[in-house]
């Protein structure tokens, strides 16, 4: 799904005629919120999002498991595994398992801790527990009540904020702002931007990051001129910090979030890039997406990645906010 433009505009005509649509919505999933789920048998730390897509959970939920295993415990990622097939509750083998069977974030996931992939929150948290997790780090689900959270952190990007801080499909709210920032612990606000501060003075506790892209990566980008293309919540995201490390973009391309491509869009990419004498350059969930399936190992391997990490303002505040649970 691509978000409508108007979900980060001033509130207007399309957002005025869907808001009594987005009233019901969000009054049905405010009160299945305030429903009370099972309890796990370890602690379960919640990576959750305000909005539809694109504000950085998954980096977030890295560097929460990083800190953890830092302090010495075994955090496993329970995740849906959007865009996969498989309906789990499964333990992630990523030797074994693609992007089609369990989704492009539970791959990104494996590389720090293991991962359990279930529809089935409940039954993915036992599975977790069972397999060894002392903590469960949950990438998503916060709207979700059939786990209980110890710990709920809401991630919010500073220059979109929460957009028109309307309900679906009125605007970008999951649920109405208000209910959301009662039930989280935290936010996580990432970046710079008026938007994200208006939000953060209405929350409990705000603890800041930024996004830094990867040094090596980044200085063989710069200077060169790029055919950027990603299919994430956000791309414009994604080409503005290409352009903050000197990259050249000379043509862009962006698709809807966990966009599946075809083969098709992967010669028409490939001969595009090749005719202009472009570097293809995409992100690292692009390019665990197309791994496993042979008609995209090519734009694969002729592709570019900018690997990124979530760096927080105070670490401190992060260890001893997780040291609680």
Known sequence: MRAPAFWWQTPGLCSTVLAPIGAIYGAVAGSRMRQTGARADVPVICI???????????????????TLIAQGKRPYFLTRGYGGREQGPLLLDPAKHSAADAGDEPLLLAAVAPVVVSADRVAGAKLAAQSGADVIVMDDGF?????????????????????????????????????????????????????????????????????????????????????????IGRPEKFFA??????????????????????????????????????????????????????????????SKALPITLRFQDERALDALLTSV
Do not use: C, W
């Not at 990259?247 to 001969?271: C, K, M, Q, V, Y």
């Open 48 to 66: 959750g999002d305000p909005t539809v897509g694109g504000a950085g959970k998954t980096p977030v939920a890295i560097a929460v498991a990083k």
């Open 143 to 231: 709207q979700n009540p059939a786990l209980i959270k110890n710990l709920s952190l809401l991630v919010i990007d500073a220059k979109g904020g929460v957009g028109n801080g309307r309900v679906f499909p009125a605007g970008p709210l999951r649920a109405p702002l208000a209910e959301q920032l009662q039930r989280a612990n935290a936010i996580v606000l990432i970046g710079n931007g008026e938007a994200g501060e208006q939000v953060a003075r209405d929350a409990s506790k705000v603890l800041r990051a930024s996004i830094v892209p990867d040094a090596d990566a980044a200085a063989a980008l710069k200077g060169k001129s790029l055919f950027a293309y990603a299919g």
């Open 241 to 302: 910090t290409l352009e903050s490390i000197g990259g050249n973009i000379t043509e862009r391309r962006a698709f809807p979030d966990h966009h599946a491509f075809s083969a098709d869009e992967a010669n028409e990419l490939l001969a595009a890039a090749r005719s202009r004498n472009l570097t293809l350059v995409t992100t690292e969930k692009d390019l665990a997406r197309m791994r496993g399936n042979a008609g995209l190992n090519e734009l694969a391997d002729a």
